[in-house]
């Protein structure tokens, strides 16, 4: 099984900046043959279900705002919130869909 | 606009079978284009794949979970159901559908949940 890991495991950020979660996975995500990153980013607001927010590592789902963004290959990568608004306040997931399913435990974000 | 419906008992017994239903309404669940999967989330915890299918029937489940998990599409009903047996309290979360594209099968769209407690 592919193992995801996150950090921080919560941060607090001022209004306006910079969001930075990070995520590792066990073993590369990248599949050579496409050069493509099977890793996406979910956004989960309390009482909601997830929503996807980035997938092949960097690709935003269309209506997500473009404060959003995703970089990163192979094992390691980041989620970056270039300007935090209130809205964005969640638990913010990676996974990995390389083989089969798995989710990384989650960054809380909040308001400092 | 596509909407997935979670449905099934709130309340199962340990030992007993967890089953849900999940209903599509807004699109066609034989679509070509998508896996249908189940998501679940312990009180509190992270998410956990339990497995997908298309709408032939093919399956694909959680190697964790693969021998207590039925995944079953009913193309007339335009739904999909799962089947946990032999339930603990472990079992307990909140269960979510979700649609997946065949292209890049990312979770895209999502229920709103059912939450499924196991307790005597």
């Known amino acids: 099984d592919i193992v995801m890991t996150q950090s921080p495991d919560s941060l607090a950020v001022s209004l306006g900046e910079r969001a930075t979660i990070n995520c590792k996975s066990s073993?590369?995500?990248?599949?050579?043959?496409?050069?493509?990153?099977?890793l996406a980013w979910y956004q989960q607001k309390p009482g909601q279900p997830p929503k996807l927010l980035i997938y092949?590592?960097?690709t935003r789902e269309s209506g997500v705002p473009d404060r959003f963004s995703g970089s990163g290959s192979g094992t390691d990568f980041t989620l970056t919130i270039s300007s935090l608004q209130a809205e964005d306040v969640a638990v913010y997931y990676c996974q990995q869909y390389y083989s089969t399913f798995t989710f990384g435990p989650g960054t809380k974000v909040d308001i400092k | 606009q596509l909407q997935l419906q979670e449905s099934g008992p709130g309340l199962v017994k340990p030992s007993e079978t967890l089953s849900l239903t999940c209903t599509v309404s807004?699109?066609?669940?034989?679509?070509?284009?998508?896996?249908w999967g189940w998501i679940r989330q312990p009180p509190g915890k992270g998410l956990e794949w339990i497995g997908s299918i298309y709408y032939s029937g093919s399956t694909y489940y959680n190697p964790s979970l693969k021998s207590r998990v039925t995944i079953s599409v009913d193309t007339s009903k335009n739904q999909f159901s799962l089947k946990l047996s032999s339930v603990t309290a472990a079992d307990t979360a909140v269960y979510y559908c979700a649609r997946q594209s065949s292209s890049d099968v990312v979770m895209g769209v999502w229920g709103q949940g059912t939450t499924v407690t196991v307790s005597s």
């Open positions: 807004g699109g066609s669940i034989s679509s070509s284009s998508y896996y």
């Open positions: 073993q590369s995500v990248l599949y050579s043959s496409n050069n493509k990153n099977y």
């Open positions: 092949w590592a960097s």
